[in-house]
């Protein structure tokens, strides 16, 4: 009889490659349990998780990740300054709805560009990890120093590793999140806007399916009190992501064409580029600004960028939390 239960599935198919899949989380590796005898430890991908697969909601700003300039957790993410020294912090949870069985995983965290997409894992850096890690039940949260890397602006992924909860992954990073509730990703940054004086954000676009081309949009939305008209966000797409948007028929939605290459976000509820073709394991660059008008000083905003396929659903995106500043 097939199981119904994908976790159990899983842990099945998994038990062939169990050695070298734990060789490489650096657990030993341990005689496969029971389903019901197995740990399932989750970390969520948002405020509504509970552990289930497949996830809903938003995957890629997940709370259970936040990078703090001390071993203290902090109350929201910290501007990370590039070159200078990090915690990461991640809450593990336990016990998810797969099982309740005891046992000592690894905790391990990578980090890539600031964007939407990334192939799992060769578009990934490895940061560190901590082994050995006993999780009670309830919450613990794990800190991991990082000396961020110099150059642009990064999202983070963590992922948790025991001998009967391992990931069952493939190369779409948004899949592997929204599958495996012991995989968490986290694309937040803190952007304190000046007034009158632009922020630049890096972030690259792209796909990161099997698939050949996929044709998506690249949406913007801004929930609770809009950044946009007590600032302003443009975002400049580069010449070769404005060829291709130019080649799909200029598409979109609230946006303004600001120059050549760049457009501004004009409609707080929702703006849409779109009709852009990428190729599998592409990432191709663009750049988001954000400028704070004198009405947006001390003021908090969020914004997300998230990239959408052609049938609407998500693949990725950045969330960005604005803070007015003189």
Known sequence: MISRNPRRRRTLIASAALAVATLFAGVAPAAQAAPEARSDVFIRDNGNDYGYEDSSGSLYSSPDVRVCFTQILCATDDPIVQGGDAFIHVTLNRPGPYGDGYEKGNLQVWYTKQGTVAQWPNQWNYIGSAADVDVPYG???????????????F???????????????????????????????????????????????????????REPTAVGDIVFTQPGKPFTGPGRITINLGPDLAARWRAGGAKGEGIERVGETELAIVNPQKARISGLTFKSGEQVPAQLSFTAGAEALGGKYTVHVTQVDQRGNEVGGVEYRITGVQ
Do not use: M
Not at 180 to 208: L, M
């Open 139 to 153: 919450t613990k949260t794990v800190v991991i120093p990082w000396k961020v890397p110099i150059g642009s602006h």
């Open 155 to 209: 999202c983070l992924l963590a992922r948790w590793l025991s001998p009967t909860d391992l990931p069952t992954e493939g190369l779409s990073t948004s899949i592997n999140t929204r599958k495996n509730n012991n995989i968490a990703w986290h694309n937040v940054n803190a952007v304190p806007a000046k007034i009158k004086i632009p922020q630049f954000r890096p972030i690259v676009f792209g796909w990161d399916g």
